[in-house]
């Protein structure tokens, strides 16, 4: 079945340092989706990404979207301590039942 | 906006003990499911629905019920509580397969 791995599990910047996670999908995805989690919350969308190559931006953060739709990274330049939480990334398969697949989130710590 | 609803946020459960976690949703939704979120790892999907009626498994269904009689409700049942189900729980919803998923607030479940 279709499987997400996100990299790395954990991530601790100093404020303003930049940081970057990776999904990677055993299959091609028909879209992903980028999610946070604050601490003791819920995940909250962020962005979608459909098209091949495709690259979008909130902010200080940029989304991509590999060619061959399988693997998509988030970038934040000069983080803040505002962003700490988990990120998660969330995959929509190609098949009919398209269930959405997440990975197991990147946990980012902000050091001030 | 209510968007999803889920009851209750808090609850303590002796072993063997049977329970609902309720949830709901205003957006008029198909696609809802229920995950758990265990200390530290990622959001697995205990099982989900394409619809009213209609329920299916997903990576974790064992020791958990649901049904879906209308759009708008999705309950989770807990059958016989055991320490192994303490986690916290999410009910989510969308439009489709694969499209944005809009997450509950959670409901921490503590089994002793």
């Known amino acids: 079945g279709q499987q997400v791995m996100q990299i790395p599990q954990y991530q601790h910047v100093q404020e303003g340092e930049d940081f970057t996670t990776y999904c990677n999908s055993s299959t091609t995805l028909s879209n992903i989706q980028w999610y946070k989690q604050r601490p003791g919350g819920h995940p909250v969308f962020l962005i979608q990404?459909?098209?091949?190559?495709e690259v979008k931006k909130q902010k200080r953060l940029t989304f991509q979207f590999g060619e061959a739709k399988k693997n998509s990274s988030l970038h934040i330049t000069a983080t803040q301590t505002t962003e700490v939480g988990t990120y998660f990334c969330?995959?929509?398969?190609?098949?009919?039942?398209?269930?959405?697949?997440f990975g197991d989130g990147t946990t980012l710590t902000v050091k001030p | 906006n209510a968007g999803v609803t889920q009851t209750p946020k808090f609850q303590v459960l002796k072993t063997g003990q049977s329970m609902t976690l309720q949830c709901a949703q205003d957006?008029?939704?198909?696609?809802m499911s229920w995950y758990r979120q265990d200390p530290g790892m990622g959001l697995r999907l205990i099982h989900y629905?394409?619809?009213?009626?209609?329920?299916d498994q997903g990576e974790v269904p064992n020791g958990y019920n649901v049904s879906r009689s209308t759009t708008e409700d999705f309950p989770l049942r807990l059958l016989s509580a055991a320490p192994s189900q303490t986690s916290v729980y999410f009910c989510?919803?969308?439009?489709?397969?694969?499209?944005?998923?809009?997450f509950g607030e959670g409901s921490w479940l503590t089994v002793v």
């Open positions: 989510a919803s969308s439009t489709g397969a694969g499209n944005t998923i809009y």
């Open positions: 957006m008029n939704h198909e696609y």
């Open positions: 990404l459909v098209k091949s190559g």
């Open positions: 969330s995959g929509g398969g190609n098949t009919n039942a398209g269930k959405s697949t």
């Open positions: 629905s394409v619809g009213a009626g209609i329920t």
